[in-house]
């Protein structure tokens, strides 16, 4: 696993072209401040015993530029997922698309409970699925709604690594390189490590890496 702490499009911007077999990330869009907001009384509140503070967010108006970056370094014939929820899906598809990316379809990660809210309460997140060239994906009989339980107290916005490996075996070999430009609490990087990829991330905050030190020390 290589792992960088920096900013995620500067530390694109030094990955040469077409060196990267799939991207598999989470970037921390605007409208997770208003998720926060519902959530601050309980689980995502600072506490003292974990990591589990919020993280910087990451402006809609740079998503350009991010996403030129990951059709970039991206191999002809790959693919590449972003989480992201129903107001961001509608910001980023136009511009994935602008860029290069062919969009496929959004899979739903139904997380099996019901969240906070005062409205229909969410129990998904969507997943984006876009195409650069042209790739089959390994296994046909997958269905678009991906069903795996959300991580309790973990870091904020922590993603199941079983979810993760689901996408990674969908669209990745044995040995390839796998990016996270956002890692977090680095699920994406212990799913492709579990399943022999090669894992490259970055994360800009030190209690990302501290979390992903503690994580795979521990295990
Ligand atoms: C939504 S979280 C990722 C969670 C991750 N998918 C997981 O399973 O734990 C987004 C991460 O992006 C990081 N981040 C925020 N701004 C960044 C930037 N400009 N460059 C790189 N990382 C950034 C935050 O520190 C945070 O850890």
Redesign the pocket.
Known sequence: MQIFK????T?LSTLADASVDLVV????YES?EKHRKIGTTTRLKVSKSSSNQW????PNDRFEDLLKEIFRVLKKNSHFYL?CDQETMFIIKPIAEKVGFKFWKPIVWDKVNIGMGYHYRSRHEYILFFEKGKRKLKNLSTPDILTFKRVHR??????PVELLETLIGQSSDDKQIVV?????????LIAASNLGRSAVG????ES?HEHLYRRTCES
């Open positions: 920096e900013d995620a499009v530390w990330t989470d970037p921390p997770l993280f910087e967010i990451f989480f973990g870091y904020p916005t922590e993603k996270d430009p956002f890692f977090g609490s680095g699920s994406t970055c994360d800009i905050s990302a």
